[in-house]
T-cell receptor
Framework: ETGVTQSPTHLIKTRGQQVTLRCSSQSGHNTVSWYQQALGQGPQFIFQ???????GRGNFPPRFSGLQFPNYSSELNVNALELDDSALYLC????????????FGPGTRLLVL | QQPVQSPQAVILREGEDAVINCSSS?????VHWYRQKHGEAPVFLMI?????EQKGHEKISASFNEKKQQSSLYLTASQLSYSGTYFCGTYAYSGAGSYQLTFGKGTKLSVIP
């Protein structure tokens, strides 16, 4: 039990739609990162938020956007869904000290048809 | 920028040992190891910091060669529960004052009776 929760657990959308995934971090963890994990691959870094500001972004287009709220919750929004967006989406939170362990939530499995 | 893991897959009998390697082309501040079982989120195993400090699992050990940007995970006297995919994550400066954790493609470990 990592103290990081995500909702929903599974989601089916059609191409072109928009989706919002939610994450609740451990209390006190001001950094949240979002990852996309395709089948058989490692988690790919999407972006990272620290105290409600984006402070790092991977190689993902602008249609992937996020928000972080003061209550340790965050969102990942994906617009204009494509078939290749089908994946497990993971959020992970960590504390403020430089080398803190990052704890993953259970993930949201998104299927785009 | 993605760390390279080897081997891609390994099959062990219970009680045998294995080594999983991880190398990066970037200067690293730390290396993080995770294990992921099928359909589940990655679970933290160990973090190795510059300077030699380690934090993590009691029965699994690892090394971090800071000069070569390489890390190895040592699994001794393997148990059936060790089966899963092992990911190394490399924590490095990504620009604009931020750091990010980037994962390799994973090493699939199967332990058989």
């Amino acid at each position: 039990e990592t103290g990081v929760t995500q909702s929903p657990t599974h989601l089916i959308k059609t191409r072109g739609q928009q989706v919002t995934l939610r994450c609740s971090s451990q209390s006190g963890h001001n950094t949240v990162s979002w990852y996309q994990q395709a089948l058989g691959q490692g988690p790919q870094f999407i972006f990272q938020y620290y105290r409600e500001e984006e402070n790092g972004r991977g190689n993902f287009p602008p249609r992937f956007s996020g928000l972080q709220f003061p209550n340790y919750s965050s969102e990942l929004n994906v617009n204009a869904l494509e078939l290749d967006d089908s994946a497990l989406y993971l959020c992970a939170s960590r504390g403020d000290r430089g080398q803190e362990t990052q704890y993953f939530g259970p993930g949201t499995r998104l299927l785009v048809l | 920028q993605q760390p390279v893991q080897s081997p891609q897959a390994v099959i062990l009998r219970e009680g045998e040992d294995a080594v999983i390697n991880c190398s990066s082309s970037k200067a690293l501040y730390s290396v993080h190891w995770y294990r992921q079982k099928h359909g589940e989120a990655p679970v933290f195993l160990m973090i190795l910091l510059k300077g030699g400090e380690q934090k993590g699992h009691e029965k699994i050990s690892a090394s971090f060669n800071e000069k070569k940007q390489q890390s190895s995970l040592y699994l001794t006297a393997s148990q059936l529960s060790y089966s899963g995919t092992y990911f190394c994550g490399t924590y490095a400066y990504s620009g604009a004052g931020s750091y990010q954790l980037t994962f390799g493609k994973g090493t699939k470990l199967s332990v058989i009776p």
